[in-house]
């Protein structure tokens, strides 16, 4: 108990009978509630507690079913400034292994928070910045490549070419950093929509298909079914989905072999994979791989661009879509990314709607059979 009492992290625990047990000192002040007051007592009978306790009470309930839950909840606190505090939820288990409660850690993350909340302000403020001279670069070198302010020889026109290239290039990777701070931010939201497949893998690889060509590499797209409906953000999942696209064909080598696929699964979801037959990914990073700026080579010595922000955009979109991204990788025999895609399962009363011609229902579409 003495330890207990002197750790730094919050610790309630709520016993079998759903009453406080343990609420250390710490607790104590992250709630604003006496140990002594809340012991014996449901989580939901004891007053004051704020926001705090409600997350507390929610996320309990929610253990209930078998879940684990951690989230980090702003608190307004009276005696402090605004505190940003990530709360673990999980069961508890006796010595024969019985669930005897539900503990809850509270851990103090502001310092963590104001950081990578200054670091992305910072990043979004240079990202826009830069998207301005940008602009003009790009306008210019394409008006001087396509002969608009004067007639150019061969050799001019491919500077002006690979001037045009270059700032479409850079460009690229500051839509990363702004996408990135979108993705980051609390008010981060989705404009989904009922897209067909067909209409959603339009246009998927074009980007890809001259990068492709310069180094020999066989891209190839299959899909299993056109008819089907998602239900998604357009923009956000095809920029996911290129984001694999993009990393397969960065690390494919030369004269190799990309594969993108939309793919039936045995329960009747659609799969979006992509594999390469490229240099793969050590079992040691197959994790760290998603994370913000990550490089598995060396920054100084790598062979590949990039800024590392990819696969951990990637990951943030097709988790706010309810999925997850899976990786199967051997070192040496290329890498194959996939997640499952939103379907769209409309109800009996919205397909009944449709069919009365409901101006929200636009779109036809069949399942997967």
Same mark, same amino acid.
């Given at each position: 108990m003495t330890t207990i009492s002197s750790i730094m992290d919050g610790v309630v625990f709520v016993g079998r009978a759903g009453n406080v047990v343990l609420l250390n000192s710490a607790a104590e002040d992250l709630l604003g509630v006496r140990a002594l007051v809340a012991a014996g007592k449901p989580l939901d009978a004891i007053e004051g507690g704020g926001d705090l306790l409600q997350t507390l009470i929610a996320d309990q309930r929610r253990?209930? %079913?078998? %879940?684990?839950?951690?989230r980090t909840v702003e608190v307004h606190h009276s005696q402090h400034d605004l505190l940003y505090v990530k709360c673990t939820t999980r069961f508890a288990q006796d010595h024969r292994g019985e669930p005897c409660g539900v503990i809850t850690l509270l851990r103090d993350v502001t310092a963590d928070f104001k950081t990578d909340q200054l670091k992305n302000q910072y990043l979004s403020i240079v990202a826009h910045e830069l998207r301005t001279p940008l602009t003009g670069i790009k306008t210019f070198s394409t008006m001087l490549a396509k002969g608009s302010l004067g007639k150019l020889d061969d050799r001019q026109r491919r500077a002006c070419e690979s001037i045009r290239e270059q700032s479409v290039r850079l460009e690229h990777q500051i839509d990363k950093l702004i996408n990135l701070g979108n993705l980051e931010s609390a008010d981060y939201g989705q404009d989904r929509e009922v897209v067909t497949v067909?209409?959603?893998?339009?246009?998927? #690889?074009l980007p890809f298909e001259q990068p492709a060509r310069d180094r020999r590499i066989t891209l190839t797209? /299959?899909?299993?079914?056109?008819? @089907?409906?998602?239900? @998604?953000? =357009? !923009?956000d999942l095809r920029r996911a989905c290129q984001a #694999? $696209?993009?990393? &397969? $064909? %960065?690390? !494919?080598r030369d004269g190799g072999t990309v594969e993108v696929r939309i793919e039936r699964t045995a329960d009747g979801g659609l799969r979006f994979g992509v594999a390469d037959d490229g240099i793969g990914i050590? +079992? =040691?990073?197959? =994790? /760290?791989?998603?994370? %913000?700026?990550?490089? $598995?080579?060396? +920054?100084?010595t790598r062979h590949h661009g990039g800024a590392? #922000?990819?696969l951990f955009v990637a990951r943030g979109i097709v988790e706010a879509h309810g999925s997850r991204i899976e990786v199967s990788s051997q070192l040496g025999r290329g890498a194959d990314f996939s997640f499952m895609l939103p379907l769209h399962r409309p109800t009996a009363e919205a397909a !009944? &709607?449709?069919?009365?011609?409901? +101006?929200?229902?636009r779109v036809s579409c069949k399942e997967p059979s």
């Open positions: 253990t209930a %079913k078998g %879940k684990e839950f951690a067909a209409e959603f893998s339009t246009g998927l #690889l797209f /299959r899909a299993d079914t056109t008819e @089907a409906c998602l239900f @998604a953000d =357009r !923009a #694999l $696209v993009e990393n &397969a $064909v %960065k690390f !494919a050590d +079992p =040691r990073y197959q =994790r /760290r791989i998603f994370e %913000k700026f990550f490089q $598995v080579e060396d +920054p100084l590392g #922000l990819g !009944a &709607a449709g069919a009365a011609g409901s +101006p929200q229902e």
